[in-house]
């Protein structure tokens, strides 16, 4: 079944470089200029200056203050997420958790000896681990995101897409693009980040038969086992201790720290990259079809949709069910907002209820004026709501796995 039409094209032919903004952009420029287009941006530090992050975590140098960071942060026991960056695992790098103080000492001992550098704090939960500390506010540009407003209003897990990353001098992340093809935003506290990022459209260039992909494009045998490599267009810009890039959906990028560096990175999305979710996670699903194909004739039509929809969540992290009731949660928002104006937020999800206690503290819904026009938002929604309604797969699963009225 054809994707449905939701978003003007994009074009990327006439990028020559990416653009910096020194002055914080007004939420209606950033949404014209950036946001509909999906072009990125690099902001200039006055859009952070007042964060506690920027003001405590760093020295008069420009350096972690890892005294400080520790008297804050260690009075208790935290484990964090860290990868091996000389360690590659499939598309990723070796994944394992470690005490943020240890992780602290570490990272200081090698600082200050001036040793290489191979492990990187990452996708560190940290508002989720420190709730009331405050240690930035998200910028009103990037409120409009429906991940987090909706993630941590699920009432059957309790996660978010907010982010911190600690590295010293040349922990990287390979190549990728991200998660459901969400937007990003990431600011420095400090060092500087080397980003190199690829328009999309250009993953035949870079992806063999197989789907496999450039792991680090810095290696030497790309030419032998991607020959094409070297004709995609890239952009290569570094990012100084206070600035803040705007990735968009879909455009694949390389980062390696210069220095030692501690950056603040959301995952988001929202209406305007919403025709970009439904193709990834229907582009997902086909590479899951494809991959267990050889198991179909063994299973009836409902057991092999009920398949594939469990391999889709355990490979991507989401499935039907889960763009569905994000979709759901954030009409059902708007619905209020477009009667009540911001005087009303509701704040039970449409998830599963549960009383279990919850961590990462709820992200606030946008206002009238960080969001476009809500008709607009609306319409899109309930766009992809029937194109789900009427794909039989989707619509059966929704109903009879999930329980999940689909009517409208």
């Not at 390389?254 to 193709?279: F, P």
């Not at 009731?325 to 449409?350: A, F, N």
Request: net charge negative.
């Amino acid at each position: 079944m054809p994707l449905p039409h939701i978003h003007a094209p994009r074009d990327y032919s006439h990028i020559t470089e990416i653009p910096y903004c020194a002055v914080p952009l007004s939420y209606d420029e950033f949404l014209e200029k950036y946001l509909e287009p999906n072009i990125p941006v690099l902001i200039g530090p006055a859009l952070t200056e007042l964060w506690r992050a920027r003001q405590e975590w760093v020295t008069a140098e420009g350096k972690p203050d890892f005294d400080r960071l520790r008297s804050q942060l260690c009075t208790q026991p935290v484990q964090v997420p860290v990868a091996d960056c000389h360690f590659k695992d499939f598309s990723d790098q070796k994944r394992s958790t470690m005490d943020l103080g240890d992780f602290l000492d570490e990272w200081q001992g090698q600082s200050e000896t001036h040793q290489p550098a191979r492990t990187y704090l990452k996708d560190f939960h940290f508002v989720r681990s420190f709730p009331d500390y405050g240690a930035y506010e998200t910028p009103e540009i990037f409120r409009d995101d429906w991940m987090n407003e909706f993630w941590t209003r699920r009432g059957d897990m309790d996660d978010d897409y907010r982010f911190v990353y600690c590295g010293g001098d040349g922990t990287f992340t390979p190549f990728h693009a991200d998660v459901y093809r969400s937007y990003s935003w990431s600011a420095n506290i400090c060092g500087v980040k080397k980003w190199t990022l690829f328009p999309p459209g250009q993953e035949h260039l870079f992806q063999d038969s197989l789907h496999n992909t450039v792991y680090d494009i810095d290696s030497t045998e790309n030419a032998k086992k991607f020959p094409n490599f070297d004709k995609a267009i890239k952009f290569v810009l570094f990012q100084n201790p206070g600035e803040t890039l705007f990735v968009p959906s879909g455009w694949w990028h390389q980062v390696q720290n210069i220095g030692d560096t501690i950056s603040i990175n959301h995952n988001w999305c929202n209406g305007s990259n919403l025709d970009l979710l439904l193709e990834s996670i229907t582009s997902d699903l086909k590479d899951v079809e494809r991959a267990i194909d050889h198991l179909k004739e063994m299973m009836d039509e409902q057991e092999w949709i009920e398949t594939c929809q469990n391999m889709l969540l355990l490979n991507s992290g989401w499935d039907w069910a889960t763009l569905w009731q994000m979709c759901t949660t954030i009409r059902d928002r708007i619905l209020v907002q477009r009667t009540c104006g911001d005087s009303v937020i509701p704040e039970s999800p449409t998830a599963i209820a549960s009383t279990d206690p919850r961590r990462a503290p709820l992200f606030p819904p946008p206002l009238l004026s960080q969001q476009p026009s809500l008709d607009v938002t609306l319409k899109r929604l309930d766009t992809v709501l029937d194109y789900i309604r009427s794909t039989p797969s989707a619509s059966w699963f929704l109903t009879h796995v999930k329980g999940i009225s689909v009517d409208k």
